[in-house]
């Protein structure tokens, strides 16, 4: 399809006068949205996503402005195709004479597929807060808000065995379709009863043993296909396959690779949860964690305004992977508003996106005043009455000393990087004083090792 601009917008006479009958002023939110800020998007905007050549394509301002209110009323692509061709407000906003029979739903799929192909996804949010701008709704320097929250990814939940075996059935899916001659020689009879239907957990073999076995078993047929693929023989079109790649990738996590054969891992042996694949049919999704929830898929962070008496509008959307912290986002989120003249005094967050560090940078280098809770200290010091928590010791950061409750000086002061690769300070108590301490017990539970503290190297 190409694309054709409009040239002229006008609400048609008849769907005014029936729809403000119907709705009085004010009193409907897609007919102010239409008065007050008249046009949002152009079809010039839009120019990129289209072909010069072919059928005409659908208005995208008008697709655009679906999508919209589509996401307002969480409508299916089919129910709000319904909406365009049944509801007066809806006809109202987008223009359109009330005998207008819409367009098929599929369109709107089509529509966000090109979005995303020419990497578009903020066109629709920046060019709305281009008009807010305008109207004054949305000013720099006023205050902000940051959180994130989940994304559920659309797969099934995969154990590691049903993993392997789904990653291998999807790769062979793949090049069956792109060589299937090549595979009908290459895959042995008991690949189609193995690797035929989807990996389920009621066709696994039960016990640890009989697990671990089948485990391996699909690591050597995946290694066989590695193999081929890799081969001289093998079809050109078939290397760097996404499928095959990410059936490389997965072997590696699973497997301990050698020439004696393929070895199931053990649990403490594997990648961290958000370094491996989760589904074949969704290669970037990743486990995440945050406080007590716990999920498979992605991690939205949303920034809106918040001054009173002004309207809250969103000034930033980003999706990450779900196993990225929220404080690694706080940066990129200033150095983006500042990029776009919409960096807030005022920057709201909760505890995941602040630390010392970004607390003193947000300050200095974007003039904004983060503000957040403090992160709980979580150790069982805190939480008994009269414990020896980390606050309850003093630091002298020039003497290179820590001070206990007991009056007790630390011997050993070291640097060193945490689990986490930030710079941190390691501070050691002697093991004889501690080991003598009457309030031991209120200190620390190490069998026979002295008290440890472990801090950031601007504060222990």
């Known amino acids: 399809m190409s694309l054709h601009p409009e040239p002229i917008r006008l609400i048609p006479e008849e769907t005014a006068r029936i729809a403000r009958a119907a709705f009085p002023r004010d009193d409907n939110t897609y007919m102010w949205m239409r008065d007050e800020l008249r046009v949002i998007w152009e079809d010039e905007d839009f120019t990129g996503l289209f072909p010069k050549r072919g059928q005409p394509a659908l208005a995208p301002w008008r697709l655009a402005l679906v999508t919209v209110m589509q996401f307002a009323e969480n409508l299916s692509d089919r129910q709000a195709a319904n909406a365009v061709r049944a509801r007066i407000d809806w006809k ?7 005998t207008d029979p819409g367009f098929d739903f599929s369109v709107l799929s089509e529509f966000r597929t090109r979005l995303v192909e020419g990497k578009a996804e903020q066109l ?14 949305v000013k720099a320097r006023g205050r902000q808000r940051t959180d994130s929250t989940h994304v559920l990814t659309a797969v099934r939940t995969l154990n590691r065995l049903e993993l392997v075996g789904e990653t291998l059935r999807a790769a062979l899916n793949t090049l069956a379709a792109l060589a ?9 009879v008991e690949w189609f009863e193995r690797y035929g239907r989807a990996a389920d957990e009621y066709r696994l073999p039960k016990g640890v043993v009989a697990r671990k076995e089948y485990a391996e078993v699909m690591g050597t047929d995946g290694m066989r296909l590695l193999a081929a693929v890799d081969g001289e023989d093998a079809p050109v079109q078939l290397r760097g396959t996404p499928a095959v790649e990410l059936l490389r990738r997965t072997w590696e996590d699973q ?55 002004e309207p809250h509008l969103i000034t930033r959307v980003e999706t990450t992977q779900a196993h990225l912290s929220d404080v690694a986002q706080t940066e990129q989120i200033h150095e983006d508003l500042s990029r776009r003249g919409l960096l807030p005094e005022e920057h709201i967050a909760d505890a995941g996106f602040v630390d010392g560090e970004l607390l003193v940078k947000s300050r200095t280098e974007y003039g904004v005043g983060l503000l957040g809770p403090v992160r709980p200290n979580v150790g069982w010091q805190a939480r008994v009455e009269g414990g020896y928590d980390i606050t309850r010791f003093e630091v002298d950061w020039e003497r290179k000393k820590v001070v206990c409750p007991e009056g007790q000086t630390s011997r050993a002061w070291s640097p060193k990087v945490d689990k986490w690769g930030n710079q941190a300070i390691q501070v050691k108590f002697s093991r ?11 200190c620390t539970r190490a069998r026979g090792d002295p008290r440890t503290l472990t801090g950031c190297s601007r504060g222990v």
Not at 92 to 98: D, F, I, P, R
Not at 124 to 137: D, P, T, Y
Not at 180 to 188: D, F, I, K, S, T
Not at 258 to 279: F, H, Q, T
């Open 92 to 98: 109202y906003a987008l223009s359109l004479e009330l």
């Open 124 to 137: 629709l949010l920046e060019k709305m807060l281009s008009r807010f701008r305008e109207r004054g709704w």
């Open 180 to 188: 299937p001659e090549w595979l009908g020689e290459l895959a042995p």
């Open 255 to 309: 497997y301990c690779l050698g020439n004696g054969g393929v070895r199931w891992r053990e649990a403490k042996e594997l990648p961290p949860a958000g370094a491996r694949s989760s589904s074949p049919y969704d290669p970037d999704a990743r486990f995440g964690n945050k406080r007590s929830t716990t999920w498979t898929g992605y991690k939205i962070h949303l920034t809106e305004t918040c001054d009173e008496d």
């Open 432 to 442: 004889t004083t501690c080991g003598k301490c009457e309030s031991r017990a209120l």
